[in-house]
T-cell receptor, first 114, second 113 residues
Framework: KAGVTQTPRYLIKTRGQQVTLSCSPI?????VSWYQQTPGQGLQFLFE???????NKGNFPGRFSGRQFSNSRSEMNVSTLELGDSALYLC?????????????FGDGTRLSIL | KNQVEQSPQSLIILEGKNCTLQ??????????LRWYKQDTGRGPVSLTI?????NTKSNGRYTATLDADTKQSSLHITASQLSDSASYIC????????????FGTGTQLKVEL
């Protein structure tokens, strides 16, 4: 069974641009969560999608948005990029996002802002 | 503020030795506590998930313990191997918080010959 796939693996952008990251969950998984990982802050929750609806949201500005498609694939968009947005962006999927279900992570997209 | 603190920040041990990583949390109430292993350049991989009513959970050479009264958890690695070199992250989930997980900043473990 294929794992969680994130594309692209690496991305370089400049300040002010926007970016879209993609995540394909494990087949059959309907919950997709996004996280930002930086050396200083560690992993921080961005948002969770289930059945094409945002179910939970972390404490990030509105420049960070996402969506989920009917096949459970998800995209995350960051507009007006800032230097501080440089990070590893991780996507994780689970069957339904239930409390005790394990989350399966992809290997992330490393975003660098110049 | 709900927080998860891990210690030590980094650790170097010799191959074959045991080690214990610590996690203290102030998240309350919580539904479960997880330990993840993250290799450099890879996403985290789940090692154990414990509910608030469980005291211990094992996964091969990894054994996690949980004391909900003192809000402490530990991850014990037995007979360490070079492949255990990674970051180990403690994660706590709020009750009813959906997938709003609170992450520790991790312990960087290096296993040397």
């Amino acid at each position: 069974k294929a794992g969680v796939t994130q594309t692209p693996r690496y991305l370089i952008k400049t300040r002010g641009q926007q970016v879209t990251l993609s995540c394909s969950p494990i087949s059959g998984h309907r919950s997709v969560s996004w996280y930002q990982q930086t050396p200083g802050q560690g992993l921080q929750f961005l948002f969770e999608y289930f059945s094409e609806t945002q179910r939970n949201k972390g404490n990030f500005p509105g420049r960070f948005s996402g969506r989920q498609f009917s096949n459970s694939r998800s995209e995350m968009n960051v507009s007006t990029l800032e230097l501080g947005d440089s990070a590893l962006y991780l996507c994780a999927s689970s069957l339904t996002g239930g409390s005790n279900q394990p989350q399966h992570f992809g290997d992330g997209t490393r975003l660098s802002i110049l | 503020k709900n927080q998860v603190e891990q210690s030590p920040q980094s650790l170097i041990i010799l191959e074959g030795k045991n080690c214990t990583l610590q996690c203290n949390y102030t998240v309350s109430p919580f539904s479960n506590l997880r330990w993840y292993k993250q290799d450099t350049g890879r996403g985290p991989v789940s090692l154990t998930i414990m509910t608030f009513s469980e005291n211990t959970k094992s996964n091969g050479r990894y054994t996690a313990t949980l004391d909900a009264d003192t809000k402490q958890s530990s991850l014990h690695i037995t007979a360490s191997q070079l492949s255990d070199s990674a970051s180990y992250i403690c994660v706590v989930r709020f009750t009813g918080g959906g997938n709003k997980l609170t992450f520790g900043t991790g312990t960087q473990l290096k296993v040397e010959l």
